[in-house]
């Protein structure tokens, strides 16, 4: 009789157990923590990281692992973009979400060859941004989401909203579990004033930063105090590019050694997300 009740109240626990884990398995991922794999392809640049494929003036950057695949600018050459997303074998159907950083070509250029292949899409642009593309876009089918101030894309993702005076741009800021990650388009309104709205929207340390700055005339000794701004506001590494400048480029690798992140074609950076 007593063999019997133990094993009653073994069985019993066991199916408590078991039903505690069942339980936990079903936890949609986005009430688990960010612990999912965060890939961040640059799929246009200036620059050259995979044989391959094709560098030309311009960005684009698609970000996976996150609650909707993301494309964050469209380059400036829709025949180098696509050349560039069938070398790295980049599935344009994945992507939920098309963030513009602002109107100049070389961001922008590649956005009607991606709607081309695929419109069932949100594609979010800087308020400012002239009516006839708005309409453009529209006519393919995709939902247009104008942003003036900060905004949530999806979970964890959020845009800086518009910044700037005579060129309006917008940037991304993703909230990971190692800090803040910050995709830049051009920079305009300022790389520094671009962290410290980061900042002042997260308060949490910044992790990467990367994309492009738009440095090129700025000399040694405003660098120098550039870079100090990044430090006091705890960037830990950093990645420039494209309009960023090869002086001002140098001197970011100079100053942060290891924690520096080169860019190009095809570089592929993953974050736990």
Known sequence: MKTTRTILILGLVCGLLLAAAEEKGREPIKDRGMDTPLTFTILYDNYLHEKGTTPDWGFACLIEGCEQTILFDTGTRPEILLHNVRHLGVDLEAVRCIVISHEHQDHVGGLAA????????????PASFAAGIVRRIEKTGARVVPVDRPLEICAH??????????????SLILNTRRGLVIVT????PGIVAILERAKALFDRPIHLVFGGFHLRNKGDAEMEAIIGRFRELGVETCGATHCTGDRQIALFKEAFGENYVPMGTGRVLRITF
């Open 114 to 125: 991606v709607l081309d292949i695929h419109h069932d899409v949100s594609v979010y642009l």
């Open 157 to 170: 993702v959020m845009s800086t909203g518009e910044m700037g005076e005579s060129i309006k741009e917008q």
């Open 185 to 188: 388009g051009c920079s305009h």
